[in-house]
């Protein structure tokens, strides 16, 4: 069974980078789908950030991408996110889950693993 969890820190101050990191279990993130940053702020729907292939191919939301960095680490079984130049408006819950295709307007059936979900609050 595969297994994401989100790791990271839950508060960032305005301006500052957020980083999280998303540890998958299970199965390897190089063999094959996608792996992928989504995120849902109080009130509105899903929002996909981002994705690294299992080809290392990385797929980024033309919104948000003069700020987004999405990276891994095989040998961990790892992958990364890092927002930049954050504003209040970043608070959000961030997920990372796996699809079998890119999906720029995410459902929650468009993925079939999710991570928890780990709230990161934007304040000073």
């Known amino acids: 069974q595969v297994q994401l969890q989100e790791s990271g820190p839950g508060l960032v101050k305005p301006s500052q980078t957020l980083s999280l990191t998303c540890t998958v279990s299970?199965?390897?993130?190089?063999?094959?789908?996608?792996w992928n940053w989504i995120r849902q702020a109080p009130g509105k729907g899903l929002q996909w950030m981002g994705a690294?292939?299992?080809?290392?191919?990385?797929y980024y939301s033309p919104s948000l991408r003069s700020r987004t960095s999405i990276s891994w680490d095989t040998s961990k079984n790892q992958f990364t996110l890092q927002l930049s130049a954050v504003t209040p408006e970043d608070t959000a819950v961030y997920y990372c889950?796996?699809?079998?295709?890119?999906?720029?307007?995410?459902?929650?059936?468009?993925?079939?693993?999710w991570g928890q979900g780990t709230q990161v609050t934007v304040s000073s």
């Open positions: 299970g199965g390897s993130i190089t063999t094959s789908y996608y």
């Open positions: 690294i292939a299992y080809s290392g191919h990385i």
């Open positions: 889950a796996r699809s079998d295709t890119i999906v720029m307007v995410p459902r929650r059936e468009s993925y079939d693993f």
